[in-house]
């Protein structure tokens, strides 16, 4: 994928740590969750990048994070949007309202995404209402419109998310986010929480949207054959930091870091003749008691001293490949 | 096991001219499979109904008395085609050893009753003159069958107190005052509670630890001393419609708390929830996020924690009031009227004297049971 | 006859109907099932939600409650040792139904939290369900306890033993429960989704574990899933249930290298992994119908690809036919199809 040299969003040492507080009448904050340690990413407009990773990774906070729905600790969200760049960590709330219509979030759970009091009209049409866009009957047909679009009909909006099933709802989710036309979509595991031929379903809608929006998805998701298909570059998150980003094809042919190798054995692949041969045993790091050096280096079968002692940092190993492994840097045994 | 259930009955077949039920109607579909709740819906509305048209369901004015009646017991209502609706006049009788006062039935004396009769006039809500009440002594019969110069026809359906006062009268006049306080009471509840448990829930933090506290503070005072002691401090002198209002709001001053706590605990959970999340995402403010999607997700709960909390406000009130400490005389309350049944032969010979106890029950059962069902029809809908 | 069945199944499942009675009607979530499971394998049901094979689960150990009943069919259980039990028969207090709950029949379930108890501890836990079917002591109890643990791969058992629910991660308590079944040596495990809360690289490990055991007990296991990477890892025989039957069964390959039936078909060509990148995925097309309108006919015609007008619409549910040794389809076309 050819890069252009603007990107739409340029994440540069994010970071998101939730105070740990002791026991008793006045808590003191005797140490940090790092959810997200210094996280850095950069998306190109109308592309798609996957965030990967398990409970604990982080992904869903560091997305989270860059929409603005949390309060980042440290680092900056340059984010591109009608010629100009903002930080978009440093913004005052009042700001950020303007920016809201170019970003939007898909989220994973259809159930609880749909405020179940309001029709799906309503629904749909809120951010219209909300920025002043539309009124009347000029709303009901942007509303009709799009959910046309997303495969509902147009008489739908009447009726109430308990009315739809899983599929359909994450579709009413689909629509409310790119009823403004968003340059940037985080799809927070927006498939996850669907029968396999639902996803199908939804997947080919995000793509044929994405054709025809031009916009670009963050897409969280800790499936990683969902993530080879839709995706054109991944990072995989763990213990709250990249530990690999990479073009999809690159990473799958030949994955760098052992945790990407690890999860990639631990995908149960639906072929009774490949045998799944998986390497990782342990737990997954837990984010408020982290390993000192590499956080996965306890789980490791090449793990050598320096491991235990400096966690790595994400260093471009080739044009486009950035890996956080000090097997990669040279020194020590390949 | 109900998940099985739901989510075999997920999808609902495509048809465009299909209705779809809203929340509302949906709780109101669950609240009339409750029997007992209906039921006591309908119970309540007929007690308002009596005490919104006070003056047209008593047979006589609040404060009329016939001492020659005093302790009278109830009437029984008779019904014979001869004499239509009526029933027996009573004769005072002194028991000349024991000066004991007993009422006996005089058969031969009917007093004639009517619907719809007219009595004294009387101005409905101090505003709109009328003449009829719903149940009264014929005085056209009475006086064609006995002349103008017998004596008057009384009608005491449940009886008359220490004074000649009316029972029944009395209760559906008190029922004015003890069943409004209770709407008074969750009005001044329900702003308290709900704007202050609003703020702590929605605002978390600092803010959200010293309402909890303080209200934890105040709610660790003991309860009747502390209506007690304000009721005591309330000065003698003033006029009753003052006492009134001053009675509603010190039994609010301590019930807001716990609708302020459901709120609280309502909005921290809601606030979370992902379509909560989404709306601040799309640029929603402060107040759409709170009165769109946070608000109507707990106005079932509120209405729930509004209608149980006038049990305790009708009791709070009557047991003011009994005590001597609420409401006085001239002010026409059921507590007021339990303030004659402090000494056990008023209790042991006039027993009638008791039936606003009654009234009471029954109608904070029905508050009980009526929440109740609302609250089982609120609730199940919070799941998918 | 009778007799090598006994000996090749342990759970032999005929007709099996499970309805629920709701205001819109009866819902038939189970509908006319049958399988059986054969002695030491492991065979797995897959569907997606609402197709009514937690249902199934369920039926087997009689959990199903109002407004649930099991409408019909028979659930016969073959132990080893001792005469067959007919489950559908058993009164619902039956000392027997206690017998086959957690002794003879074990289960496993979704969600590793909640099938623990927060406030007993994990030895507590698990020596009760030794308790409750072998007649030992507390002290054996434990040491079986111990021993189990130490096979699930939990390490240091002795001092978990001591542990809560909530100290331990996911992945872990999923073990215990795991342990907590296994340890009366049933012979039968069902197990309902027991890697879809987990982690990747801890579902890895869990079906692996899962795996090791049934080779290592002899146990049989029944899986229910709806992930068809965990049923070609895993499983060695398959049933395709929608809509409450069975459409397609089969042993694990063939089925998945040639799918019969077109919802299976169709499934396995909706998978990302098997297709190519940013190629459309091959969905199916509508979505699956209420249980209160079933189509008529064949359920899956509005979706099928394959559809003939006349013949799957008509008539009833097609029944579950041999089309080939080992193969049974529930298809009206099942010879003609590509």
Redesign the interface.
């Known amino acids: 994928m050819t890069q252009q040299p603007q990107p739409l969003l340029d994440v540069r040492g994010l970071s998101k740590f939730f105070p740990i507080y002791s026991k008793g009448f006045f808590q003191r904050a005797v140490g940090n969750v790092k959810a997200v340690d210094r996280v850095s990413l950069r998306l190109f407009p109308g592309e798609t990048l996957a965030l990967v990773g ?2 604990g990774s982080g992904k869903t906070t560091a997305a ?1 994070t860059i ?1 603005r ?1 949390l309060e980042p600790t440290a680092g900056q969200v340059l984010f591109r949007a009608n010629g100009h760049t903002v930080d978009l960590a440093a913004l005052r709330e009042r700001q ?3 920016l ?2 170019r970003m ?2 898909i ?3 259809p ?8 029709t799906v009209g309503d629904i749909v049409g ?2 219209l209402v ?2 002043g866009l539309a009124r009347g009957s000029a709303l009901r047909d942007r509303v009709a419109d799009m959910l046309e679009r997303v495969g509902l ?1 147009a ?1 739908h909006a ?3 998310p ?7 709802r994450q579709r009413v ?1 689909v629509a ?1 986010a790119l009823i403004l036309r968003p340059s940037l979509v985080i799809a927070d595991e927006a498939v996850s929480a669907l ?7 939804v ?2 809608l995000l ?1 044929d949207l994405q054709q025809e929006f031009h916009v670009a998805y963050l897409f969280v998701a ?5 993530v ?3 995706a054109d570059r991944v990072a995989v998150m763990y213990a709250g930091r990249i530990v690999e980003l990479a073009d ?2 690159a990473l799958f042919d030949d994955p760098l870091h052992p945790y990407t190798r ?2 990639m ?9 490949v ?2 041969r ?1 390497q ?2 342990g ?2 790091a ?1 984010p408020a008691a982290l390993p000192p050096g590499c956080s996965f280096h306890p789980r490791c079968s090449q793990c050598f001293d320096r491991c235990s002692q400096e966690p790595p940092e994400l260093r471009e190993h080739a044009p486009g490949r950035f890996v956080a492994c000090h097997l990669q840097d040279g020194d020590g045994s390949p | 096991m109900s998940e099985l259930t739901q989510e075999a009955a ?3 077949p495509e048809t ?1 001219a299909m209705e ?4 509302w109607q949906l709780i109101r579909r669950r609240f009339v499979r409750h029997r007992l709740a209906v039921a006591s819906f309908y119970f309540l509305i007929v007690m308002y109904l009596l005490a919104v048209f006070a003056e047209f369901f008593a047979v006589y004015r609040p404060h009329w008395r016939d001492l020659d009646y005093a302790f009278c017991p109830p009437q029984r209502l008779q019904f014979d085609f001869a004499h239509g609706l009526h029933t027996y006049a009573l004769r005072r009788h002194i028991d000349p050893i024991t000066f004991r006062k007993t009422y006996i039935e005089d058969r031969e004396t009917a007093v004639p009753l009517r619907l719809f009769a007219r009595g004294e006039p009387y101005k409905l809500w101090a505003v709109l003159p009328c003449e009829h009440h719903f149940l009264g002594v014929d005085l056209a019969a009475w006086a064609a069958a006995n002349g103008t110069e017998a004596a008057p026809a009384r009608f005491f359906l449940l009886g008359a107190d220490r004074y000649g006062q009316d029972v029944f009268s009395r209760i559906v006049y008190g029922a004015r005052i003890s069943l409004s306080v209770g709407v008074v009471g969750i009005v001044i509840t329900f702003i308290l509670g709900a704007s202050i448990g609003g703020v702590s829930g929605y605002l978390g933090g600092g803010v959200d630890n010293l309402i909890q506290r303080s209200i934890e503070i105040l709610n660790s005072f003991p309860r009747l001393p502390l209506w007690l002691a304000l009721a005591a401090v309330m000065p003698g002198d003033w006029s009753p419609l003052r006492v009134y209002f001053a009675i509603t709001i010190v039994l609010s001053l301590l019930g807001w708390t716990r609708l302020a706590r459901v709120v609280r605990g309502k909005i921290l959970a809601l606030r979370e ?3 909560a ?9 402060h107040g ?1 996020i709170i009165f ?2 946070l608000l ?2 707990f106005t079932s709960h509120i209405i729930v924690a509004l209608t149980m909390s006038v049990p305790g406000m009708i009791l709070g009130e009557t047991s003011l009031s009994f005590l001597g400490l609420g409401l006085r005389p001239p002010i026409v309350s059921w507590g007021v009227m339990l303030q004659d049944c402090m000494n056990m032969t008023a209790v042991a010979n006039y027993p009638w004297l008791l039936l606003p106890v009654v009234f009471i029950v029954v109608t904070v059962l029905g508050f009980n049971f009526l929440g109740d069902g609302l609250r089982d029809a609120a609730d199940p ?1 919070g799941s ?1 | 006859m009778a007799r090598n069945a006994e000996r090749e199944f342990v759970l032999e499942i005929d007709d099996l109907k499970t309805y629920f009675d709701s205001e819109e009607g009866v819902l038939r979530a189970v509908d006319g099932v049958t399988f059986a499971v054969k002695r030491g394998r492991i065979l797995a049901i897959v569907g ?2 609402g197709c009514g094979k937690s249902v199934t689960a369920y039926s087997v150990l009689r959990l199903i409650q109002k407004p649930g009943r099991i409408a019909g069919g028979s659930i016969r259980l073959h132990p080893r040792q001792g005469p067959t039990i007919d489950i559908t028969a058993l009164d619902d207090k039956a000392e027997a139904l206690y017998a086959v709950r957690g002794g003879l029949i074990s289960m496993i379930f979704q969600e590793p939290m909640t099938a623990l108890s927060p406030v007993h501890t994990v030895g507590n836990q698990i020596c009760e369900a030794i308790l409750l079917h072998q007649d030992v002591s507390e002290r054996e109890a434990e040491e079986a306890a111990i021993a189990m643990l130490g096979k699930v791969g939990i390490p240091g058992p002795e001092t978990r033993l001591n542990q809560y629910p909530f100290e331990l ?4 308590r999923q073990r215990v429960v795991i342990a907590m079944a296994l340890v009366c040596h049933p012979e039968l495990l069902i197990a309902d989704e027991p890697t879809t809360a987990l ?7 869990i ?2 574990l899962i795996k090791d055991l049934q080779r290592d007990l002899g146990t049989s296991v029944l899986l229910i899933t ?9 499983a060695e025989d398959v049933a395709v249930m929608y809509l409450g039957r069975i459409v397609e069964q089969a042993a ?2 063939p089925l ?2 040639q799918p019969r039936h077109p919802y299976t078909r ?3 060509e ?6 190519e ?2 190629a ?5 097309e509508g ?2 119908p209420a249980l209160t309108a079933i189509p008529p006919g064949c359920p899956f015609h509005p979706r099928c690809r394959f559809a003939v007008a006349g013949r799957c619409d008509a008539g009833g549910p097609p029944a579950l036919r041999e089309v080939a040794p080992g193969r049974q389809v529930a298809c009206v076309r099942a010879e003609e199809l590509p």
Do not use: C, W
């Open positions: 398990e409970s989270r929409l729905a950020l309202k303007p809201r219509t939007q979030m989220f994973q759970d159930f609880s995404s749909l405020n179940p009091r309001m809120e951010p909300i920025h009909k008489h009447m009726r109430y308990h009315a739809f099933s899983g599929g359909q989710g409310r029968d396999v031929s639902v996803q199908a379903q997947i080919n793509e800790h499936d990683l054959s969902v080879k298909h839709i999809t094809d690890a999860l054995s631990a995908v149960p692949y639906p072929d009774p003749d045998k799944m998986f990782a045993p737990e997954v837990d | 997920a999808t609902l465009e779809v039920l809203s929340q929830e992902d379509y999340v989404a709306a601040r995402l799309l640029g929603a403010g759409r769109r999607h109507p997700g809908y998918r | 997606e939600s991660s996911g992945g872990m982690d990747v690289t801890i579902q890895a490990q079906l692996g709806h992930d068809l990477g965990v049923v070609a890892q895993t694990v390959r998945m290298k169709a499934l396995l909706s998978l990302p992994s098997l297709s990148r940013h459309r995925l091959e969905s199916i979505s699956v």
